[in-house]
């Protein structure tokens, strides 16, 4: 169980599906901070995530849920689109209309400072009947058992240098992070096991491990899913039990493209600019999204230190790997 003496409940004003303004809310903690982060069963959550747990630790799934998972930054975003537009047989209209993306499936753990119990993700979904779609970037120990033995997991991973850089881009356009750091002190965040739901290597073979002993778990990497949009709509939908025609599968393609969810307002998250929980001046939530970025932001020396730490870690839980080898640009993988 969670520590209770960390959590606290209060109202705040909310923007959308439990999303707070920055401005409305007193955040204790920033990025550094020793009270930044609560080690929960080998996650390292972000506050003030963490004040949402003990609501999500009495969150029980259904054998109709489906829960995307995915360490932050490496495309949940995008599978959520998929996955939504999947589930409603590649109707654009699904994801062109109505609320975001965000209020649509949203986040497990997601929290703001003192908010309301009865305002948090986790607890809303818990009062919903039928089938529920939701995120979350918990690792697989630290999720609540129901959803492993009873939902069915989606996860994604990507390679970590581009997530440190796409990691950088977001706390750095997250006021509320108070962060202004360099590539290389991201990096050396996930290094030294500091960074938000970390550790990486951890939270990747966390869900790998289980991959061929778990029916109800699917595994795929961000890259997979750019390379091969086609066939990695057809896996999911095979997963979900869906059975989409030619048009239908390309409706999911073109409609979850980079290009069209970034000018698309129920998926390019401009809400949260125009709230102030993020800055897009500094950065889009939406940004780049490509294979290899990091070329662009790695000195050498970085790159030489970086992939120092990926074999050391690759080594330490290659067991729990099995198999998976990260691709670091945009060449397919031989």
Same mark, same amino acid.
């Given at each position: 169980?969670?520590?209770?003496?960390?959590?606290?409940?209060?109202?705040?004003?909310?923007?959308?599906?439990?999303?707070?303004?920055?401005?409305?809310?007193?955040?204790?903690?920033?990025?550094?901070?020793?009270?930044?982060?609560?080690?929960?069963?080998?996650?390292?959550?972000?506050?003030?995530?963490?004040?949402?747990?003990?609501?999500?630790?009495?969150?029980?799934?259904?054998?109709?849920?489906?829960?995307?998972?995915?360490?932050?930054?490496?495309?949940?975003?995008?599978?959520?689109?998929?996955? @939504?537009?999947?589930?409603?047989?590649?109707?654009?209209?699904?994801?062109?209309?109505?609320?975001?993306?965000?209020?649509?499936?949203?986040?497990?753990? @997601?929290?703001?400072?003192?908010?309301?119990?009865?305002?948090?993700?986790?607890?809303?979904?818990?009062?919903?009947?039928?089938?529920?779609?939701?995120?979350?970037?918990?690792?697989?120990?630290?999720?609540?058992?129901?959803?492993?033995?009873?939902?069915?997991?989606?996860?994604?991973?990507?390679?970590?240098?581009?997530?440190?850089?796409?990691?950088?881009? *977001?706390?750095?356009?997250?006021?509320?992070? =108070?962060?202004?750091?360099?590539?290389?002190?991201?990096? =050396?965040?996930?290094?030294?096991?500091?960074?938000? *739901?970390?550790?990486? *290597?951890?939270?990747?073979?966390?869900?790998?491990?289980?991959?061929?002993?778990?029916?109800?778990?699917?595994?795929?990497?961000?890259?997979?899913?750019?390379?091969?949009?086609?066939?990695?709509?057809?896996?999911?939908?095979? *997963?979900?039990?869906?059975?989409?025609?030619?048009?239908?599968?390309?409706?999911?393609?073109?409609?979850?493209?980079?290009?069209?969810?970034?000018?698309?307002?129920?998926?390019?998250?401009?809400?949260?600019?125009?709230?102030?929980?993020?800055?897009?001046?500094?950065?889009?939530?939406?940004?780049?999204?490509?294979?290899?970025? @990091?070329?662009?932001?790695?000195?050498?020396?970085?790159?030489?230190?970086?992939?120092? @730490?990926?074999?050391?870690?690759?080594?330490?839980?290659?067991?729990?790997?099995?198999?998976?080898?990260?691709?670091?640009?945009?060449?397919?993988?031989?």
């Amino acid at each position: 169980m969670v520590q209770s003496a960390r959590i606290s409940c209060a109202t705040t004003a909310t923007v959308n599906s439990g999303e707070t303004t920055a401005a409305t809310a007193s955040f204790k903690y920033k990025f550094g901070d020793e009270g930044y982060l609560l080690d929960y069963h080998g996650t390292k959550v972000c506050y003030p995530m963490y004040e949402s747990l003990p609501v999500v630790e009495r969150f029980q799934a259904t054998t109709e849920d489906i829960c995307i998972a995915s360490f932050p930054k490496s495309g949940s975003h995008f599978m959520g689109a998929v996955v @939504w537009m999947i589930l409603h047989d590649g109707d654009p209209a699904s994801l062109l209309e109505g609320g975001t993306l965000g209020s649509k499936i949203p986040r497990l753990e @997601w929290a703001m400072p003192g908010m309301a119990a009865h305002m948090l993700p986790a607890y809303k979904l818990s009062q919903q009947a039928g089938r529920r779609v939701f995120l979350s970037h918990l690792g697989y120990d630290a999720l609540p058992e129901s959803i492993k033995t009873h939902a069915k997991v989606i996860y994604v991973a990507r390679n970590p240098k581009d997530v440190i850089v796409s990691s950088n881009y *977001f706390f750095r356009a997250s006021p509320f992070m =108070q962060f202004s750091g360099t590539v290389q002190e991201t990096a =050396q965040s996930f290094q030294n096991n500091t960074c938000a *739901f970390g550790p990486f *290597f951890d939270h990747v073979a966390g869900y790998r491990r289980h991959i061929s002993d778990i029916s109800n778990l699917f595994f795929v990497t961000y890259e997979e899913m750019l390379q091969d949009l086609e066939t990695t709509v057809k896996r999911i939908a095979a *997963f979900l039990g869906k059975e989409l025609d030619e048009v239908q599968i390309s409706n999911v393609m073109r409609y979850c493209s980079r290009e069209q969810m970034r000018d698309n307002h129920t998926t390019n998250l401009a809400h949260l600019h125009k709230s102030g929980v993020m800055d897009f001046n500094v950065s889009p939530f939406m940004r780049k999204g490509i294979i290899g970025d @990091w070329k662009n932001h790695f000195s050498t020396e970085l790159d030489r230190e970086v992939n120092k @730490w990926i074999e050391q870690e690759e080594q330490r839980v290659q067991q729990d790997l099995k198999g998976l080898h990260f691709q670091y640009d945009h060449e397919l993988a031989a």
